[in-house]
């Protein structure tokens, strides 16, 4: 199965500090939301560059609901599992040719990406979902 996985600490910024104190009760749940709307995001991305040819891997992608760990909350983005076997190797073996957009490394391309704006994008939904209230 193919899946990504990397840890982000949230620290040091004043406005979230403020923000997660005034929503305390809300705060466990606002971090998990913002952690899978981002991982959503990512997905999506990922979706666009993952080969087709039966659109079984495509199909088999996907983001897994917010789970709390020793270490914090986390979700999975993944392709594979039963459907898709292979989705290991399509991701790693570089040099294979795949139709324009799609390519190998289809999940840790759009991760990469969003390494430079991730901790700022769920500092600013974390905020938002407090300060706004519940949302879907």
């Known amino acids: 199965m193919a899946k990504s996985s990397f840890r982000l600490d949230l620290f040091g910024d004043k406005e979230l500090a403020n923000a997660l104190q ?5 705060t466990p749940r606002a971090i998990a939301q913002a952690i ?11 979706q666009v560059l993952v080969p ?10 996907g ?9 914090g909350y986390f979700v999975d983005i993944f392709y594979g599992g ?14 294979n040719y795949h139709n324009p957009p799609t390519q190998a490394k289809y999940l840790e391309q759009p991760v990469m990406e969003a390494m430079s704006t991730i901790q700022e994008n769920i500092k600013g939904r974390i905020i938002d979902i407090i300060e706004k209230g519940h949302r879907n």
């Open 82 to 95: 039963p459907a898709a076997p292979y989705a290991l190797y399509v991701h790693e073996i570089i040099g």
């Open 22 to 26: 005034a929503g305390k009760e809300q």
């Open 52 to 61: 087709v040819d039966t659109g079984i891997l495509r199909g088999s992608g």
């Open 63 to 71: 983001v897994s609901s917010p789970q709390q760990g020793d270490k």
């Open 36 to 46: 899978y709307e981002e991982a959503n995001v990512i997905f999506a991305r990922s």
